[in-house]
């Protein structure tokens, strides 16, 4: 079983930065496009950001310009350094595989709490 492992979520202020990190053991994780998804309270789970082996990131419209995805493969991990937050960014943050805009993996990490509010 997949075990995602995601941390550095926090309550912050608009305007405010986090950075995420979500670890995948394995040796596949190298071989693999890896996301970051948010699920806000009463919405669906949606991919914000994700990032090929090679390091080629794409962004959704909502955060393109102040979320920044990035990957060590040396280390299994990849981050979400987030800028100029809102509150309309408040959600649980998850990482996972990336298979055609899709989670790759069935099961999920905990996530962690974003939180956006003065």
């Known amino acids: 079983q997949v075990q995602l492992v995601e941390s550095g979520g926090g309550l912050v202020q608009p305007g405010g930065s986090l950075r995420l990190s979500c670890m995948l053991p394995g040796s596949i994780f190298s071989l693999l496009s890896m996301g970051w998804y948010r699920q806000a309270p009463g919405k669906q789970r949606e991919l914000v950001a994700d990032i090929t082996p090679g390091g080629s990131a794409n962004y959704a419209d909502s955060v393109k310009g102040r979320f920044t995805i990035s990957r060590d493969n040396a280390k299994n991990m990849v981050f979400l350094q987030m800028n100029s937050l809102k509150p309309e960014d408040t959600a649980v943050y998850y990482c996972?595989?990336?298979?055609?805009?899709?989670?790759?993996?069935?099961?999920w990490g905990q996530g962690t709490q974003v939180t956006v509010s003065s």
């Open positions: 996972n595989g990336v298979n055609g805009g899709r989670s790759l993996f069935g099961s």
